[in-house]
């Protein structure tokens, strides 16, 4: 048979490796366009997809082939650009994740539910007046908008042969599929009820409640909120729901957004003087914006150099050229001072966006980012998919940060897709930060990203004073503070000054041990030891949630003889409480920040100076501007470099500078204290002399020996089983195979080197038993090519087909 003329390319909502092909039948050809998800059939049931692109008989199919036709389309109007499905279809390439399930992410919440499936009239029926109808469906469908299959059914004596008669109508024009759906809530809503068609007589005249509700709504053309009905009609819900479920009544919503602020309370200043670099960095952009011209850049500015700054004048250059702009920052902790300095300079254009905001709030941003309302989008991760109309600008602040890099689902990177996105659009993309990744260095290095530089603080306020304590002198079992930084606490409080302490591990005690048999106190379900919190007297996972209270004795040894060792955020604030039992101390950690509200009060209350003492993890280690802080203190400045990851001197680095940089940003000059039991580890010693890129010599030289990225591609292949045997099975056919390619490719001078398979650093995590195989070769291409074959010929393997294979693309390496 004859390919029809109009085929749809779709991507369904599901685990499928491939697109598939439907016809359009003519009903809905012009009504049909990409990005708008319809409704197909799928073996026996129904899918959820969306078009991705139209053709007429696409050249790469089968002249013979018979193509199913779709069922109905489920949008009035695309909700995703073509821009953004380009941009989609690379990211299912690049990180070989399916193209459905990728646009599904982009999309939110919602997409994938298959509508309630019904049928209508068609004009065609309308104007015929009496057709043949054996079973009675066109009078039950008459005067209804759009009837459910099950409210059809309900509505007969009899079922048989009804999927035939509904057939045979929809085939001679007289009926039409139809979906029935719910529109996503939003924020500031009023839910409307207004009549769409007829209601049966004989149904209305049996009760009261629904004669008033039916005289309410013919008295009403505009429709009433179905608050007022519920004052005026008893029962008003159920029949509401009933008129609906008839297809004789319809909801809809009166848009009235509110916004919804994570910002902090900062001053609504002018614009402030730029300085000199500044003004070069700008003069070195704008081209790019007003010409619509690709370029990467880096932005390498130390902490306190006006970055932000930078940032809110190449937005405003964007809006000046009718363009949009997208910012992202890593941490939605990051967002909150952003946020305020942002929307006193775009107001309502602005569009904030992470995971925080209630959902309403999120379909309201999503929808008025679409229509162009909204043109500068400022976000955590997923906000690079951000529909912006037009955009003139991608800005990555922080963009070394391990938090763009999404460690479950669809693995990706934002700040490489971000980078894609600016190439595929023909604009800039700028990466800043005061401590770059490696990586960006070495291509700033290569002249692939075009360098700029903000070497000094504004009106030049000085580095702090870096002091490293040796705590292997400290005296005492367990050293949280030393008296170095305990005697610079109380000089800094009594001069007036804030302090932040910083300590990337929460809770009170790290684990609890046995002091018979060494037992420590182990999660369930994965394989890491319980964290205590006194708060609650809970031993807590931090990876599954689990949680229980601490036995009286072992579980291994039955003796009455746990132990707390180790402390964490918590542990930190007691000792400072105990030091100084007058200060007003902020702690901000996830034990203690719940909902977005939490850290935006805690952060106002350091801003306003009505706390002393802030203590916190990674949260607060970056881009937060706190003039009063006059001290920092590393509690444990080694916790990083304990990770099983060859980027732990970087990430320690990285780190550590950021929080430093907290310290001295107001008249008060900063002092840093870094306890430490190494010392003389090159990696602290870069801190202590702020050397940035001296560190980034020395590491990248030691990258370049060991052949390591970004010297090379890594990927991971994670390999998981509720069973360890399978795991291992699992993890040691997959390495075979990977091999066996490799091997291959290497007769064609293609270099892939494989490595493992080996337990992962979690060996068990939220009951699954973790294997992987690493893979590393030396070009993009290579690795694309190697990966591609792999898994083309792992589907066809028994024992990879009884585990779950992850695909992971630059991993992160500690999980």
Request: with cysteine.
């Amino acid at each position: 048979m004859k390919v029809p003329e109009a085929v749809a390319e779709i991507a369904l909502f599901k685990a499928l490796d491939k697109t598939l092909h439907y016809s359009i039948p003519d009903v809905l050809r012009q009504r049909t366009g990409p990005g708008m998800r319809v409704l197909v059939p799928l073996g026996r049931s129904e899918a959820v997809g969306m078009v991705l692109s139209l053709a007429e008989s696409p050249a790469d199919l089968p002249s013979d082939i018979q193509l199913r036709p779709l069922r109905t389309i489920l949008d009035e109007s695309p909700v995703l650009t073509e821009e953004l499905i380009r941009l989609c279809r690379w990211v299912s390439s690049y990180y070989f994740y399916p193209v459905g399930e990728v646009i599904q992410a982009v999309l939110q919440a919602g997409t994938a539910d298959v509508p309630q499936a019904g049928y209508r009239l068609t004009e065609a029926a309308m104007k015929a007046g009496d057709a043949e109808d054996p079973k009675g469906l066109l009078r039950i469908l008459r005067g209804r908008k759009c009837v459910a299959i099950a409210d059809i059914i309900s509505s007969m004596p009899s079922s048989r042969g009804l999927k035939k008669a509904l057939a045979d109508l929809e085939k001679a024009g007289f009926i039409e599929r139809c979906v029935r759906r719910s529109v996503p809530g939003g924020s500031g809503r009023t839910r409307i009820a207004r009549l769409a068609g007829a209601p049966d007589p004989k149904l209305v005249s049996r009760n009261s409640n629904l004669q008033a509700l039916v005289r309410l709504l013919e008295a009403s053309r505009e429709g009433l909120s179905i608050r007022d009905i519920r004052r005026m009609v008893g029962n008003a819900d159920y029949w509401i729901r009933k008129l609906g479920s008839l297809g004789v009544l319809e909801i809809a919503e009166q848009k009235e957004p509110q916004e919804f602020s994570c910002a902090q309370d900062l001053p609504c200043t002018p614009p402030p003087e730029l300085t000199e670099d500044q003004q070069e960095i700008l003069q070195r952009v704008l081209p790019c914006i007003r010409h619509a011209s690709f370029e990467s850049f880096m932005l390498f500015g130390i902490t306190g150099s006006g970055k932000t700054e930078v940032y809110l004048r190449l937005a405003k250059a964007a809006l000046d050229q009718e363009r949009g702009a997208i910012v992202l920052v890593p941490e939605i902790a990051l967002s909150t001072q952003m946020e305020a300095l942002f929307r006193h300079r775009f107001g309502d254009r602005l569009a904030v966006w992470h995971s925080a905001l209630p959902q309403g709030v999120r379909n309201d941003r999503r929808r008025e980012i679409f229509e162009g309302k909204r043109s500068v989008v400022l976000g955590a991760r997923s906000a690079v998919f951000m529909p912006v109309n037009n955009p003139g600008i991608i800005i990555v602040d922080e963009e070394h940060d391990s938090s763009y890099k999404q460690d479950d689902h669809l693995r990706y990177n934002a700040r490489d897709v971000a980078i894609m996105r600016a190439r595929m659009l023909g604009i800039p993309v700028v990466l800043g930060s005061a401590t770059p990744s490696l990586q960006t260095i070495r291509h700033s290095r290569l002249n692939r990203y075009r360098t700029l530089v903000l070497p000094r603080r504004i009106h030049d306020r000085p580095h702090p004073e870096m002091e490293v304590v040796d705590m292997r002198r400290e005296p005492g079992r367990t050293k949280v503070l030393s008296a170095r930084l305990k005697s610079s606490l109380l000089e800094t409080l009594e001069s007036g000054c804030q302090a932040l302490l910083f300590l990337n591990r929460r809770g009170f005690s790290t684990c609890f041990l046995c002091g018979v048999c060494g037992e420590a106190l182990q999660c369930t379900s994965c394989s890491v030891t319980l964290t205590y919190h006194r708060s609650d007297r809970r031993l807590r996972c931090h990876y599954c949630g689990f949680d229980t209270t601490v036995p009286d004795r072992c579980p291994a040894c039955g003796n009455a003889s746990l132990i707390p060792y180790g402390f964490g955020t918590e542990r930190v604030e007691a000792e400072v409480r105990r030091l100084l039992p007058e200060a007003r101390i902020v702690r901000i950690d996830r034990d203690t920040v719940t909902r977005a509200g939490d850290l935006v009060r805690f952060l106002d209350s350091v801003r306003s100076n009505r706390a002393d003492v802030l203590i916190g993890t990674q949260m607060v280690a970056k881009g937060h501007d706190f003039p009063n802080i006059a001290l920092v203190g590393v509690i444990n400045a080694d916790t990083a470099l304990q990770l099983p990851d060859f980027r732990a001197g970087e990430t320690t680095v990285q780190l550590l500078l950021q929080v430093a940089g907290r310290a001295g940003r107001g008249d008060t000059p900063g002092r840093v204290i870094l306890q430490t039991y190494n010392p003389g580890h090159y990696t602290l010693q870069s801190v202590l002399t702020m050397d940035y890129e001296g560190f980034c010599d020395r590491e990248l030289e030691s990258r370049s020996a060991l052949q390591y990225p970004p010297f090379t591609r890594f990927l991971r292949f994670l390999v998981t089983a509720s069973c360890e045997a399978q795991a291992c099975r699992g993890a040691a056919a997959l390495a075979a195979l990977c091999r066996t390619v490799a091997g291959e490719l290497r007769k064609s001078g293609r270099h892939i080197a494989v490595l493992g398979p080996s337990p992962a650093p979690l060996v068990k995590l939220k009951d699954r038993f973790r294997r992987h195989v690493f893979v590393k070769t030396w070009t993009n291409v290579d690795l694309q090519t190697f990966v591609e074959e792999v898994l083309r010929r792992a589907a066809k393997e028994p024992e990879l087909r009884r585990v779950q294979t992850v695909v992971d693309r630059d991993p992160s390496m500690n999980l």
